[in-house]
């Protein structure tokens, strides 16, 4: 299993936590800004801290923005529709968690 934290400072990505709102009945759980670049957890779900930082859906999450900035930076392709869009972040999130 790579390290995701490691692996988004490789691509200079700075990883924070915020309070990124309240969505209603959906859940935020994170989200990729392309101006930082960074990605951003909320921290209404974490503790705001890297206290567990191997608790899996903190992983989970910040490999499935680091798949949105290599979409962003044209690593990858970006697929047309945002549903494909986030069903192939959610598989590189899970590869890179080992769930799969």
Known sequence: MPDVRALAAEYGLVI?????????????????DPHGPAI???ARLFDG?????????????IAHELYHHREAIGEIARLPERRARERAADAFAQDCAGTR
């Open 49 to 61: 801290s890297w206290a567990g930082f191997r608790n899996e859906a903190l992983e989970r999450a």
């Open 40 to 42: 951003r957890l909320n």
């Open 16 to 32: 924070e936590f915020a309070d990124l709102g309240d969505w209603g009945a959906a859940t935020l759980v994170a989200e990729y």
